[in-house]
């Protein structure tokens, strides 16, 4: 089914790109009781080696005198640099063994018993999609992989942020494509769901109260499921496949469900066939699932639209702006200030205009670059209504990455997207679970036991979801620890989310990524007493997992920093600190391979950290500033463009530092015959140019310092603001506006009429006093 767009696109991929397109298996492999002995003895290992460097080394030179001053410090800053990266692979070690344990443990729930369950249940959930300047093709995809869910009630609600009234004919038009996608999906669903809905009600009535179902009705059902499976069938044939995006939604969203409903298909002909006694509850549910796939409701809201709701330029605040509105219904009026909402009491009868908006008992969080398998929503309720999680607020899968990227740094920041996906589920094992914001099924109460409401301009802002930190989901995690709920990666893979295409891009991912970890902690450590005091102490895994999660960024990149450029004495350097490393390489490697990668990327991933260690410490500067400012740092969305996203030329920059300084380091250890530290620069330098020419480019690189430059040397010229135009005497008073604002605007109307007086008082010439 290759076009001619998808053929263009496999020609213009890099060299060095991935080759496989299609994903890993949704249940992970389980793994051997060999693996997971070497996992531990990956951690022995690692722990050992660390202990005996302090002996042999650090502690025989202070033993020894070996040093005045100067070495003393060096000493103590190189066993702290050595102890915080020896930490971070350790915390790797534990949260892999962890990952590996549930995986062996973990047993697929089988169809049946999610058809059983939800025979008697099917709460609602409403599923939130922020939006802000994406393309609606990349949106649509998302609209579509939520729309297709197998779930008896679901609303998919784009909460589209972009501003309402654009001035640019390109923002317009965008706007308008993304606004009209949710009525064409919903009017594309009517067809299958009317037929779905005429074979089960022909079917019930059938029925009625026979124990088995007649061959008749089961024959039917069995037309019926072959026309949903020819409908998406056809679909997918239309599809224009212009990425590795697209491919994946046709191969594993459409076809993978069409295949999934053949297979109910053939079980059912045979059936028939067989003459077979099919009990009529059953044949019930294979006919309501028929209905759950294409019922989804589709809309639209734009809070940017509305005075009274928080303009604040996050996604928190675009998902929050909606939570607030959640089970009241809501009058639009139009004020001076702009269209507000109001509340309609219980006993009003709502207008065809007023917004109703339904609280349901579930919300799926889905970023708008996320793709979703076909079965997300009803296996993770299905999870959720357990007795024994009742206790669990939030549960997901943490997103994989696409395959078949075309770029190399696509490939190589989705395998560290597949590595985390490993480490985000062992941290479950330790109760260390964080949420991750691209896609995640919310118990509504567990939001209401977090909300914060304030009072800003007359108008309430309730915020469920903190915006304090550009990455929301890791504060609200804390949250909602300390609220006594637990939360939980589901072990399978049934999500996925975009990667950015370009240095640039991710210059803006990794960069929030990085900023705000450092003020998070602080409210974790706080939680340590009243957790305590209530039953449910923070153990030491969950400590250690949720300090490296939200701090390790910093002390990582400082520590790189300080063992790139500071010139330690030979005397500290031993290969015990290899030792130490070793484990940790060993085991991502092995990873690698698991995920479908290649071995090899592990050097690759570290060349691929020399090159955004400005990136890093620029978010963790960010949080810095921000804990002595207090202000909020913009929340910058990471570009989902098909070209090139230019990189800022700092970031750039250092990374040829990096390689120079390495060069230079290597020539004078050389010359010095300290091959410790010879090999080491010239490791970093080879893996650094390696990095610069593979994922950043040395042409564009150099065109995006070039351009670096020219901005930071050019002024822009400052037109004079035009003044305002004077009053119009004979205007008419704008009485609403003066009853809306009140006092403020009186002032200002004050204001304009002294100025107006002076400026007559001095044409005339007259000495009167003004006041």
Known sequence: MATTTEAEARRRRQWGAERRSEPMPIVHPRPTLAKLTWGRIAITATVLFWLAYLITTVARHFLNNAGGFRFTMEAISYVAVVTMLTFSALMYLIARQGALRRFREHQRVPRGLLDEHFATSGRPMTVLIPSYAEEPDIVRLTLWSAALQEYPDLRVVLLVDDPPFPTDPIAAERLDATRALAGQIQAELAVPLLRAQETYDAAVLALAELPHAPIGVVSDLADEYRRAAEWLEAMADTEVVSDHVSEFFVDQVLMALASELRLSLLALEAAVDQDARIDSERVRQLGRRLIWIFSATMENFERKRYASLSQEANKAMNINSYLGLMGGTWRPMETAEGTVLQRLAPDVAPDPDDLTIPDPEYLLTLDADSQLLRDYCLRLVYFLEQPENSDVAITQTPYSSYRGAPTRIERIAGATTDI?????????????????????????????????????????????????????????????????????????????????????????????????????????WQQRGPRARAGRPIRLGEFCLRLNYMVSIAWASLALLLLLFYPYDNRLLSPLVLGAALPYFLCMASDLYACGHRRLDVFRIYGFNLVLLPVNLAGVLKSVQQAFTGEKIPFARTPKVRNRTAAPGWHVFVPYVIVIYALITAWRSYHHEDWGNLFFAVFNAVLAAIAIRAYIGVRSSLVDMAMGVVNWLFVPVRTPKAPAPAPDPNAPIDWDGILYHGDRRLNRDLRGKRDRRRRAAATSGGGAKIT
């Open 420 to 524: 985390q996906h490993i480490l985000h589920q062992g941290m479950t094992h330790y109760d260390a679970t964080f949420w991750v914001g691209a896609n995640a099924v919310i118990r509504r109460p567990a939001l209401e036991d977090i909300v914060e409401v304030e009072t800003v301009g007359g108008h309430e802002i309730r915020t469920y979801v903190q915006d304090r930190t550009v990455i929301e989901d890791t504060e609200s995690s804390i949250d909602i620890a300390a609220a006594g709920w637990r939360l939980v990666n589901y072990p399978e893979r049934l999500s996925y989310s975009a990667t950015p295409p370009d240095f640039g891009s991710l210059i803006v991912q990794r960069r929030r990524w990085a900023n705000g970890g450092l003020l998070i902690f602080p409210k974790f």
